[in-house]
């Protein structure tokens, strides 16, 4: 018995990682089709074509499909990757340019440029998913990798969907921590807690021993260089950081480096995807390029499978994924969706019990959490005034003053992405 994988969104430049990372796991999960779906033609060519030569490498045995057409794509499928980008890198460049204009920060995932991307992506997403519930396999799993996680898991969930959310930054902390203590990575469980891209690891064990205390007294400056955030600031808080909470604790440093022009990240992606792209356009090019850890998505492709392949095997391991916290954070209520190592079965996945959060880190999540909800209910309702509650609750964004010409900015730029708000200015 095989599965049928789909990945929508098949064009992206991270759709290798996700190529070696199934095919490397025939033991665990035989992949009987794998499909590649995406609206750009010209992407899907280049991208099915290195994919093909990678699993003619790998010798792999089953069937490579690519394809334009939703429908066709979802029929009959047991899993549904989505990993897609609304409005693409001219619509991230807006998310990251458009907040410093008005004082506040400019990024895809956080604050308003993340308001901005769940405006755009919860219906596209939550369409795919019905039309997943119509035509894909009974049972099947919706696995989402599109940004903002969080909000988009919350909302498929909400919707009654089977969906479980996925994020590279605790892998790559875990082989991080790993090299540190120079164990193979399955010997390192963390206790991630938090929402997406609002994270802290407040246990790192090794062999079931916790080491953060170890890392804090003697890495906390290395760790502080990797994530740009003073390891002062890292001991204080008495756990590590995501890099994404650099954008909280260090506001008035962020925006003033983005008001000068730097950290451009939309740019920096477009440049390193038109270079991956002229790579994979290479005959010869057989297995993915180095230069793609430098796209964003380091260990996306072992996440990725080790989670699909959970689901399908019902291993039982523990996981760190976007679900439904059911109690796993006493802070937050049952039906919030946080991202926390889980158990993975077939069944799903059960976030484990933790204790509840310092109150430092209890806040900003709790508000947080508010601000996601009111971001689905405007996504949903296209109202101008559900997404200016959604803004000014956003912990980056500091008030009416700001969230109200803000806002109007980015309905305006994203117009063509929000036929639901066509009427709201």
């Not at 804090?216 to 760790?223: D, F």
Request: hydrophobic share 45%; charged share 20%; with cysteine.
């Amino acid at each position: 018995m095989t599965v049928k994988i789909v990945v929508i969104g098949g064009g992206s430049t991270y759709t290798p990682e996700l190529i070696e990372g199934f095919a490397t796991r025939g033991d665990r999960l035989p992949v009987g089709e794998l499909v590649l779906h995406d609206t750009d033609p010209v992407r899907l060519e280049i991208i099915g074509g290195l994919a093909r030569r990678m699993l003619d490498r790998l010798e792999w045995r089953g069937r490579l499909t690519l394809t334009g057409n939703l429908d066709a794509a979802l029929d009959g499928a047991d899993f549904v990757l989505v990993q897609l980008r609304v409005g693409g890198q001219a619509a991230r460049h807006l998310d990251e340019t458009i907040p410093p204009k008005w004082g506040t920060i400019g990024q895809e995932t956080t604050g308003a440029g993340g308001l901005a991307k769940a405006l755009r992506t919860v219906p596209v997403v939550l369409d795919i998913a019905e039309r997943a519930d119509r035509l894909a396999a009974p049972g099947h799993w919706l696995v989402d990798f599109t940004n903002p996680v969080g909000i988009v898991t919350q909302a498929l969930l909400d919707a009654g969907h089977r969906a479980i959310g996925l994020c590279n930054v605790a892998i790559a902390y875990q082989r991080q921590f790993a090299e540190y203590f120079g164990v193979d990575p399955e010997r390192v469980e963390l206790e991630h807690v938090g929402l997406n891209h609002l994270t802290w690891e407040r246990a790192v064990r090794v062999d079931g021993v916790d080491r953060l205390p170890e890392l804090l007294a003697n890495r906390a400056e290395t760790i502080s260089a990797e994530i740009d955030i003073p390891a002062e600031l890292i001991r204080a808080v008495g756990a590590i950081p995501s890099g994404y909470l650099r954008y909280y604790y260090m506001f008035s440093t962020v925006l003033a480096e983005q008001r000068g022009g730097a950290n451009n990240r939309a740019q920096e992606v477009s440049d390193i995807e038109r270079r991956l792209l002229e790579m994979y356009r290479d005959p010869g090019m057989t297995q993915k390029p180095t230069l793609l850890a430098n796209r964003g998505g380091a260990f996306y492709s072992e996440a990725a499978a080790q989670l699909v392949a959970s689901l399908y095997d019902g291993r039982g391991d523990i996981q760190v994924v976007n679900v439904r916290n059911n109690g796993a954070l006493p802070d937050l209520p049952a039906h919030a969706v946080v991202e926390v190592p889980a158990r993975i079965t077939k069944a799903g996945a059960l976030a484990l019990p933790t204790a509840p959060l310092a109150p430092g880190l209890r806040g900003v999540v709790q508000q947080a959490k508010a601000y996601e909800e009111l971001a689905i209910r405007a996504a949903l309702s296209g109202e101008r005034g559900d997404a200016l509650a959604a803004l000014m609750a956003n912990p980056l964004v500091h008030g009416w003053d700001t969230a109200v010409p803000l806002l109007d900015e980015i309905l305006n730029a994203n117009t063509s992405h929000l036929p639901r708000f066509a009427h709201a200015h």
